[in-house]
């Protein structure tokens, strides 16, 4: 059984919670799904129904959901209980069968079943500290069947730089927020504030976020750690390699075999 994480008071999605998928109400997860499949493809190690996934840092479990569709045998995993509790009922809606675990990606064991094992929303750059990124990795790497296929996403060196968090919302939006990044060059570590108004009830609340930026070299020593040694890059939603101007970048990792 997994090590489970019980809730902290420094969930900073605790509060947002309840109201992620109306803010989030754009993301074409549908899209982001069929993007993971096609990678997975490229790599030899297609995503079918009966496949099993480990969705890791599932928040309100977007993606597990649109796989578990596909007829995917989906285990979620995230360190907000309060996330979870939104993804347990929206599965319950949907008549959709996955199973939603509260662990930090850190420190989690589950046992070596998966086929592949995704993590989007940029949700490794939330790790600050690179030796806690080569457990994560670890912890999935002992997670997955041989030949197992590990895909995850980062918002690039670049994407923090220029502090692309810094946005708000359409003052017509039914939870209006207000983000501002501030990114320290000396530590890549970037701190979002953000700021929400729930238009129908008139109530503030605030969050503060974290996320560093690791380069290319990082993460790639980071997988290499955990036992990865077959690394593809891509540039998000594309088929490319990154550039000079790539926000977001696919990572698609293999372990190596022993």
């Known amino acids: 059984m997994p090590r489970r994480r019980r809730e902290s008071n420094d969930d900073p999605f605790a509060r947002i919670a309840p109201y992620y998928d109306q803010i989030m109400s754009s993301v074409p997860y549908g899209i982001w799904a069929e993007y993971l499949l096609q990678l997975a493809e490229l790599a030899g190690r297609p995503i079918r129904p009966g496949s099993r996934v480990l969705d890791l840092a599932t928040g309100t479990g977007s993606i597990a959901l649109q796989l578990a569709r596909r007829g995917c045998l989906v285990v979620g995993i995230d360190r907000s209980e309060a996330m979870l509790a939104q993804a347990r009922r929206r599965a319950a809606d949907s008549g959709l069968s996955v199973e939603f675990l509260c662990c930090d990606l850190t420190d989690f064991d589950l046992p070596p079943e998966f086929d592949h094992a995704l993590c989007v929303y940029d949700s490794l750059n939330y790790i600050l500290d690179h030796k806690r990124l080569e457990r994560a990795f670890a912890n999935t790497r002992a997670a997955l069947r041989g030949g197992g296929l590990l895909i995850f996403d980062v918002n690039t060196v670049r ?3 220029m502090e692309l968090f810094t946005q708000r919302s359409a ?3 039914p939870v209006r927020y207000r983000w501002t990044s501030r990114y320290n060059p000396r530590t890549r570590i970037s701190r979002v504030r953000m700021r929400f108004e729930v238009a129908a009830t008139g109530e ?3 969050a503060v976020h974290h996320q560093r930026a690791y380069t290319d070299e990082e993460l790639r020593s980071a997988l290499a750690a955990a036992g990865f040694d077959d690394v593809a890059v891509y540039a998000a939603y594309r088929l490319a390699p990154p550039d000079d101007l790539t ?8 372990p190596a075999q022993q």
């Open 247 to 254: 926000d977001r970048a696919f990572y698609v990792a293999r």
């Open 171 to 173: 003052e017509d939006a």
């Open 159 to 161: 994407a923090l730089e």
């Open 204 to 206: 503030h609340f605030s």
